[in-house]
DNA sequence: ACTAAAACAAGAGCAGTGCTCTCGTTCTTG
DNA sequence: CAAGAACGAGAGCACTGCTCTTGTTTTAGT
């Protein structure tokens, strides 16, 4: 019972990849909106109906095509983290090198990126198997922010004696100065919030306190909102030094995320 | 030479507004992607043709309520300044109700939201028109910041010597504790920034530093990533008190904001 | 008040789309 | 080797955006 299907099983597996990147080469020229299942077909050669073969509809083939960007975002954003950490680089250097890594995969697939984090299609909901993928780029930055934490090296919001809650070393707690100074004690996120964000942590397995992973949760959602008003074009005309811009904004994300 | 131009004009402008009107009703049911100008003639009871006379195409409709969905946001925000101005709240209660108040929008017209702040359809680009209404509602958080600025209410980056260069009262600046107080000294964005960020307040006439403006543009952004994030469905099954979580990030955003 | 010109609704038509069904053919497997 | 599954090809349906033509209505100039 040799479980060797041949010839048959290896064509289709060709075939599946061969429409999915002629399906992501007329994403890059046209636009998702645009994808034909019948221009597929034609440029493949094939006849349109033969496609239904691989894929049962169109929004499969999105969906083929979305799970594959996101596998493609998370393995550039961990590709460089592994090369930063390998480096000895900081806490923060990794942080940094991580959102440019996300950056650069962003410009340099924008209607991928637009797949995945502009608006939806219509009719159509992303199925759970997205959610695995998706989460894959963010656990990148949660594992520095845990890293830092193990390290001591993490502002913790809502940890008023202790600054820095981290098993390690401790922080020196700065001795607050005769005015107001807003930015020592940060403030916790409401109970509701942190019931989400501990289910969280739990789920992903990081060790890292619930209001840390409520900063990281709206800081990553933040990221995007940077990259998609500049891929989107919503800094046409305001702001010209893009990478000077988004370098300077992580730093202030990293602050927000309670990084050094 | 009475220039009365009567029925005529008049039906004419009842007629666009009924199109959009019925547009936009589509868009909410079905999503911009399958926004059909045939569908939305047949249900005003005329012909698709005779919908070429009042939008020469399917993209200048849509652009039409991209404008219109800009405006909308923009006149939400600028009411929940006025009334926040009007009840004596200060400066982060009122950044809090307009911010609430463009969640609320985006809440109330999701797809209108993705109109805007979506993927842009692909073969189109915004024409120059769009740029102003787009401004409008940013422009309520720059004069909340402007404001707090004249104040003397508005942290600024960069600044060391007065860490609040307001020409108000003066903040008292802290004495920084013995342990490194990385928030304090708040770094300012680079010079190519700043460029980029005093061109904008020159042209939006607002009386803010450079290092202020280019917080704000990053804040503007990064709001709308977690408001993307929300509306696209990437909290799902994340984020659940989604009220709390957004109300917290936001003064967070105030912070990076500089205010209070 | 009459006429030329502009604006209009309607219909037919074209090229394209997603998707379904049927028909022979080819490969896999018991 | 034969039953059955997988396959490519084609026709066809209902739909789309858009163009062109036709005849009617409203406006504007004399």
Redesign the pocket.
């Known amino acids: 019972?040799t479980?060797?299907?041949?010839?048959?099983?290896?064509?289709?597996g060709e075939?599946t990849t061969a429409i999915k990147d002629e399906a992501r080469r007329q994403l890059a020229a046209h636009g998702a909106a645009?994808?034909?299942?019948?221009?597929?077909?034609?440029e493949l050669?094939?006849?349109?109906?033969?496609?239904?073969?691989?894929?049962?509809?169109?929004?499969?083939?999105l969906t083929a095509l979305i799970t594959d960007s996101y596998d493609a975002l998370g393995a550039a954003a961990e590709a460089a983290l592994a090369h930063s950490a390998e480096q000895g680089d900081a806490h923060l250097a990794r942080w940094q090198a991580v959102c440019r890594a996300v950056r650069g995969w962003a410009l340099d697939h924008p209607h991928e990126y637009a797949l995945i984090y502009g608006s939806p299609v219509p009719g159509y909901a992303a199925p759970e198997t997205t959610t695995g993928p998706a989460a894959r780029a963010a656990l990148t930055l949660i594992t520095i922010a845990a890293d830092a934490y193990a390290a001591g090296a993490l502002r913790v919001p809502g940890a008023t004696e202790d600054r820095c809650a981290g098993p390690g070393a401790g922080f020196p707690a700065a001795s607050a100065g005769p005015g107001p100074d807003p930015s020592v004690p940060l403030p916790a996120a409401p109970a509701p919030v942190l019931v989400d964000t501990r289910d969280l942590t739990e789920r992903l397995d990081v060790a890292l306190p619930a209001a840390a992973m409520a900063q990281l949760a709206a800081v990553w959602a933040q990221l995007f909102g940077l990259l998609s008003f500049e891929l989107f074009g919503q800094f046409d005309g305001v702001i010209a030094a893009r990478d000077e811009f988004f370098d300077h904004a992580v730093v202030g994300l990293a602050r927000t995320a309670g990084l050094v």
Not at 3 to 12: L, N, P, S
């Open positions: 019972m479980k060797i299907q041949g010839a048959r099983e290896r064509a289709r075939i645009k994808l034909s299942l019948r221009a597929v077909a034609r050669g094939m006849v349109s109906s033969a496609l239904y073969r691989y894929f049962p509809n169109r929004d499969d083939l």
